[in-house]
């Protein structure tokens, strides 16, 4: 892959892998910098990245496992940075979108990623398992649990009747 | 919420952060550049720590020569029995400019002549590295380390490539083997030229050595070290082009030939930082050198 190309990859990709591992962080500077860090190791292996059939797929895969794990690392950190209060950097986007994402934060980290490969990216079972590594029984247990779990958290809360005093 | 509910709020989230935030200008230099420029600090800073770990004794594992010729391979392989001799010790580059490839220059294509096909039979065969390995199409050696001998003192060569399957769900690896017949005379040479060059380090040159030895007139080392990048120059500092590639190479010279075994990883997530085995770069050593002097090499062990 010559410079040129990946330079193309680069702008035709990264926004949207941006984005994407925004949802699985909840974090933009987070996910800036997962992104930079899976482009740096594309860049490594640029000379063999030309021969890849998807390199979207192979940043993807490299992408979400860095953001996992740098979530779980950081998890501890992230904590005590929001207990003391300090403001972090939110797009502004819609409360329903706020909301998503909050909800999606409360998903474990295998079930989190499956819901944004799915719905995000719109990857079929198959490709989630490939891409996760793991069984497409697994891939399907995963989202359907995630989906019980996300019903609940984005459910409208009901009204509250009246009291009759 | 169901399945339709979803769709709809991941694509409404996707397009009100793409309107939001421009997640990445559409350069890469300032940002994927300035990340490896601090890579690169920080991978200065292990490189002395990994060199002071090879003074303080890494386990030494091939012997000298025993005089007289005639062993096998598997008293190659033994090593053990022979007695055992220091490692050498990478050495800073008299010049610490030595391996800086301008960012631009464009990239290093190694032409090599035909060979009479001579030597064909000195090269290692899918066969020798166990199972999952293929030969591969050889072409040109685009991007070639510097460090083969000078190509004028070539009296025959022959190169090929070798690689696992690419689709495995495990890393993957290349080798790139070229042997060359240097002109009459001019073997130990350019064995010293070639291992002189390989042990000097640069911040764009970090060596470990893995493997060295001599046997029944043969002699080799086994390296892991970092290829090069291209850099620019600002007011006295050394900017790389990008991160270090880690690159193990196996050299052996036995009279004037000369064999360079360069074995490359590619891949994607959990896999791109696959280390190769180190006993398994030895047994690679063993079987090119086996090779080399006319042997049938051991079989080596499957590389995960």
């Known amino acids: 892959m010559t410079e040129a190309e990946f330079e193309q990859l680069y702008a035709a990709c990264a926004p949207r892998l ?3 591992v925004y949802a699985v962080t909840g974090d933009m500077n987070e996910a800036q910098d997962v992104v930079n860090e899976a482009f740096m ?16 797929a192979w940043l993807r895969t490299v992408a ?5 794990s740098r979530w779980r690392r950081t998890r501890t950190a992230a904590a005590a940075w929001l207990r003391k209060d300090i403001a972090e950097a939110v797009p502004e986007v819609s409360p329903d979108s706020v909301a998503l994402v909050a909800a999606l934060r409360q998903l474990p980290d295998t079930q989190r990623v499956a819901v944004v490969l799915h719905y995000f990216y719109d990857l079929p079972l198959a490709r989630i398992a490939t891409e996760t590594n793991s069984s497409l029984s697994a891939v399907k247990s995963r989202l359907s649990r995630a989906r019980t779990t996300l019903a609940v958290l984005l459910a409208d809360p009901a009204p509250q009747e009246p009291s009759r005093a | 919420m169901p399945d339709p509910d979803l769709t709809t709020a991941f694509h409404r989230l996707d397009e009100e952060l793409a309107r939001a935030r421009a997640a990445h200008p559409a350069a890469i230099s300032p940002l994927v550049r300035a990340r490896a420029r601090r890579q690169r600090r920080l991978a200065a800073t292990g490189g002395g720590l990994a060199v002071a770990s090879i003074v303080a004794g890494v386990s030494v594992t091939t012997g000298a020569a025993p005089q007289g010729g005639g062993t096998s391979q598997s008293e190659l392989s033994a090593g053990a029995s022979t007695p055992q001799t220091p490692l050498p010790v990478p050495t800073a580059c008299a010049d610490p400019t030595s391996y800086d490839i301008p960012a631009t220059e464009p990239d290093r294509v190694l032409q090599l002549s035909a060979g009479t096909g001579a030597l064909s039979a000195l090269q ?7 199972a999952g ?16 001998p000078n190509s004028g003192s070539y009296a025959d060569v022959d190169a090929r490539s ?26 130990s040479a350019s064995w010293q030229e070639v291992t002189d060059r390989l042990l000097c380090t640069t911040p764009e040159h970090a060596v470990r050595v893995l493997d060295a030895g001599e046997h029944a007139g043969a002699r080799w080392l086994v390296v892991r070290h970092t290829l090069p990048t291209k850099v620019t120059r600002d007011r006295g500092n050394t900017l790389p082009d990008g991160p270090a590639v880690t690159q193990w190479r196996v ?9 360079i075994v360069d074995v490359d990883r590619w891949g994607g997530g959990e896999f791109i930082n696959s280390e190769l085995p180190t006993p398994w770069a030895q047994a690679l050593a063993r079987a090119t050198v086996a090779r080399l002097t006319g042997q049938a090499p051991n079989p080596m062990p499957t590389l995960q």
């Open chain 1, 18 to 20: 941006v984005r994407a």
């Open chain 1, 41 to 56: 190791r594309a860049w490594a292996a640029r000379r063999s990245l030309g021969r890849v059939d998807q390199p979207e």
């Open chain 1, 64 to 68: 979400v496992r860095l953001a996992v």
């Open chain 2, 124 to 130: 290692l065969t899918p066969a020798d590295l166990g």
């Open chain 2, 133 to 148: 390995w293929a030969e591969a199409p050889t072409g040109t050696l685009i991007g070639a380390l510097p460090g083969f």
């Open chain 2, 162 to 187: 070798l690689r696992t399957d690419q689709n495995a769900a495990s890393a993957s690896w290349t080798i790139h083997q070229t042997t060359v017949q240097m002109k009459p005379g001019q073997g």
């Open chain 2, 251 to 259: 050299i052996v010279n036995q009279g004037d030939l000369l064999t």
